[in-house]
C-alpha cells in the first residue's frame, strides 16, 4: 500500500484518518487494524488520532458510517435504475451491495466491531440501511408476514455477504470473474431466492 503522506490542513486531521482508515480495511480488511497503523499512513504522529478518536473503536466506528452512507446511497441509486419491478430492485441492489463489498472489502466483521460504539450517528446510519432494505423487500413480498420478511432479509443479507466473503478468500479466483460479473451472479442468485420463497409460501398454502 503506497504511504499516505498527506498534507492536510488544520481541521480535515479527522476525514484524513477515516479516509486513511477506508483504503487500509479495503486493502487489507480490519485484522491488525490499529490507530497507530493508521497515523502512520497517514503520515502523522502515532499520537495525532487521539485529538479525535479516543480508541480503536471509535475510529472504526467513524469509518463505518462512512461506509454505510457511501453503501445506502449505492442500493439506493440502483433500485431507482431498476425501475418499478419489485423483485428486480431487490436483485439490483443485492448486486449494487456486493459491488461495493468488493470494491472497499466491507464485511459484517467491520459493522460488527464499529456496533460496539456508543457512537450514535452509527446506529443512525445502520437502521437507515435496514429500513430501507426491509422495505423493498417487503414490497417483493407484500404477503408475507413481519417474521418472514425478517427471515428473508437474513437471507438475502447472508448471500450477498457471502459471495462478497468468497471473493476475498479467493474463492472465485479460478473462475477469473470480474467484480462486475460476481455482483451480476449475486443479484440473479437473489431474484431466484425470492422466487423461490415466494413459490414455496404457495406451495404451503396449498397444502
Known sequence: MQNNKRNYHHGNLKETLIRTS????????????S???VAK????????PYRHFPNRESLLAETGIVFLTELTSRMKSAATEAGNDPIERVASVAGAYVQY????????????????SQLTTFH???????????????????EATWDELLELMEALLALVQG?????HQGHFSQLNLTKNQI?????????????GWNQCRKDVEQT
Not at 477506508?22 to 487494524?33: A, V
Not at 437502521?127 to 423487500?137: A, K, P, V
Not at 459471495?163 to 471473493?167: E, L, N, R, T
Not at 455482483?183 to 422466487?195: F, V
Open 183 to 195: 455482483a451480476r451472479r449475486s443479484a440473479i442468485a437473489a431474484k431466484l431466492l425470492i422466487n
Open 22 to 33: 477506508m483504503e487500509m480495511i479495503s486493502e487489507h480488511g480490519i485484522q491488525g487494524f
Open 41 to 48: 499512513n497517514a503520515g502523522v504522529a502515532i499520537s495525532a
Open 163 to 167: 459471495y462478497a466473503d468468497m471473493f
Open 101 to 116: 463489498a468488493l470494491e472497499h472489502n466491507v464485511s459484517f466483521q467491520l459493522f460488527s466491531a464499529a456496533r460496539e
Open 35 to 37: 490507530v497507530a497503523k
Open 124 to 142: 443512525e446510519r445502520s437502521r437507515e440501511m435496514i429500513n430501507f432494505l426491509f422495505t423493498l423487500t417487503q414490497e417483493a413480498v407484500p
